[in-house]
């Protein structure tokens, strides 16, 4: 009998199936960190630039898939207006609907963590 591991595979040979999620915590915090933000402060380019660098700093982590820091950063905004909705601020509706804003700093910083690690890491071998 052997051992089948279906994991993913570093070039280290460390199994990373448990290990993202630590990473996808992290970026739940982020975008509920961004929502809380956006409703304090209640400005927009202060929300996209948080969503921004924590999209980048999560590319650069981990940078295979760099969607997937971008949908679970930006969709905990909007659910964090919408709680503060139902408990006690009330976030006016061009505000909540501003929040789906978030998405396109955040697919730039993704995306640009990720090429960033490529390069990094390409600089590192001396290619």
């Given at each position: 009998?052997?051992?089948?591991?279906?994991?993913?595979?570093?070039?280290?040979?460390?199994?990373?199936?448990?290990?993202?999620?630590?990473?996808?915590?992290?970026?739940?915090?982020?975008g509920?960190?961004?929502?809380?933000?956006?409703?304090?402060?209640?400005?927009?380019?202060?929300?996209?630039?948080?969503?921004?660098?924590?999209?980048?700093?999560?590319?650069?982590l981990?940078?295979?898939?760099?969607?997937?820091?971008?949908?679970?950063?930006?969709?905990?905004?909007?659910?964090?207006?919408?709680?503060?909705?139902?408990?006690?601020?009330?976030?006016?509706?061009?505000?909540?609907?501003?929040?789906?804003?978030?998405?396109?700093?955040?697919?730039a910083?993704?995306?640009?963590?990720?090429?960033?690690?490529?390069?990094?890491?390409?600089?590192?071998?001396?290619?």
């Amino acid at each position: 009998m052997s051992n089948v591991n279906c994991g993913m595979k570093t070039s280290e040979g460390v199994s990373r199936t448990g290990s993202d999620a630590w990473f996808y915590l992290l970026a739940a915090l982020c975008g509920v960190g961004a929502g809380w933000a956006d409703v304090a402060i209640n400005d927009l380019l202060f929300t996209a630039l948080l969503v921004l660098s924590a999209c980048m700093l999560l590319g650069l982590l981990r940078p295979r898939w760099p969607w997937r820091w971008v949908l679970t950063v930006g969709v905990f905004i909007p659910l964090t207006e919408l709680a503060y909705v139902v408990l006690t601020v009330k976030p006016t509706r061009a505000q909540i609907y501003g929040s789906f804003l978030a998405f396109f700093p955040g697919i730039a910083g993704a995306y640009g963590g990720s090429f960033m690690r490529g390069v990094i890491e390409n600089l590192r071998q001396g290619k």
